[in-house]
């Protein structure tokens, strides 16, 4: 904020509590005698029913002027003038981290007992599971489904097929320090038949029905182009987080359209970190929510 306006909304805040305090005065006359007619407006309704000018009750009045004090008051306590911050030093980022660190300070014995228990106990004891859930909802079901049940480009966590491995460490590995799979695009390697002939050749593994001529051309390309990766049988590496092709379980999609979309122009499914982030203790509890989910190896 700059100090021109900084000033100015000084000068505005103080120049309207003090036009209240005059308003009040001027409202503050001393009330006329009993038959003193001084305070008649001369608005007369009804024939003879007339409005009187008399001062606001006395503890009204004092409502008033408490409230301009306590205007002052809070304003000397709390940011609202232009850019002083109050003799009190509160913002609301101040209350927020406040409220961290205490919830920090009351959770972190909890935790820090689920963090000592191996994750195969932990994801059966049901407590530890809720709590993983809680967190689940919150920092992973964007990505992942509300259930974990995933969505195109976003794996499934439920089933028993996993990119990067299904057992307790690889599964908090992953959420400790996120994932990023390499598969690299072939739109400049191979001419769009020979991209064709290999997508027929990798559906084909699945059992989906392809074009047999086609497949037999693709498979000596497989073994060139994509067996390092996704292992010459197709079944997948999970070290690289390269899929199994053979399951018809697809991670981007198993169409024709999706296949060749895949291998032309390449995925990068990237898992951010959540070290970080929640911390190891957290992420512990996820990895038990994650294994609870029916997953396993
Ligand atoms: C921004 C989106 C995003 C968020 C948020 C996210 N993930 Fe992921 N996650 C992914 C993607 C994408 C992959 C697959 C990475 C790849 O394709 O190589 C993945 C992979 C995984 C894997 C490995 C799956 C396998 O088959 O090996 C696990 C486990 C996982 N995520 C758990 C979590 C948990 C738990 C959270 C919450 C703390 C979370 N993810 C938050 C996008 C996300
Ligand atoms: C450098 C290693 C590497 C090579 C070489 C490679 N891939 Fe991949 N492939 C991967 C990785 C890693 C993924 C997962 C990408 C992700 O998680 O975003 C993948 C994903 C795929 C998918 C998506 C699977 C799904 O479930 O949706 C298909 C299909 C695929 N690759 C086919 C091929 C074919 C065909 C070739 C050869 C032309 C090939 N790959 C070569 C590493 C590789």
Not at 84 to 91: A, D, H, I, R
Not at 281 to 296: F, N, P, T
Request: with cysteine.
């Amino acid at each position: 904020m700059s100090s021109g306006l900084h000033w100015v909304i000084v000068v505005v805040v103080v120049l309207n509590i003090l036009g209240c305090l005059w308003l009040v005065r001027l409202a503050n006359r001393s009330p006329g005698a009993k038959g003193d007619t001084s305070s008649v407006t001369g608005h007369t309704w009804d024939g003879d029913l007339q409005e009187y000018n008399n001062p606001l009750p006395r503890w009204w009045l004092w409502m008033f002027y408490i409230s301009i004090v306590f205007g002052f008051i809070y304003l000397a306590l709390y940011p609202g003038m232009g850019t002083f911050k109050g003799l009190l030093g509160w913002s609301q980022l101040s209350q927020y981290e406040a409220e961290v660190e205490r919830a920090e300070r009351e959770y972190a014995p909890l935790f820090a007992r689920y963090a000592a228990t191996p994750l195969p106990e932990l994801a059966a004891d049901p407590r530890a599971v809720a709590m993983g859930q809680r967190l689940f909802v919150n920092y992973c079901s964007a990505c992942h489904g509300s259930d974990g049940g995933g969505a195109p480009g976003y794996p499934n966590l439920t089933d028993n097929d996993w990119l990067y491995g299904g057992t307790p460490e690889a599964v908090e590995t992953s959420i400790l320090n996120g994932r990023n799979g390499m598969m690299i695009p072939f739109s400049a390697t191979l001419q769009d038949t020979a991209v064709a002939e290999v997508v027929a050749y990798v559906r084909g593994l699945s059992g989906q029905t392809v074009d047999p001529a086609l497949a037999a051309a693709g498979e000596a390309r497989f073994a060139q182009n994509c067996a390092a990766c996704h292992l010459p049988d197709g079944s997948g590496n999970q070290a690289l987080g390269a899929p199994n092709l053979t399951d018809n379980i697809w991670l981007y999609g198993g169409s024709e359209a999706a296949v060749t979309a895949t291998v032309s122009n390449g995925r990068n499914g990237t898992m951010p970190a959540h070290r970080d982030l929640l911390g190891e203790d957290k992420v512990h509890l996820l990895a038990a929510y994650v294994l609870s989910l029916g997953g396993g190896e």
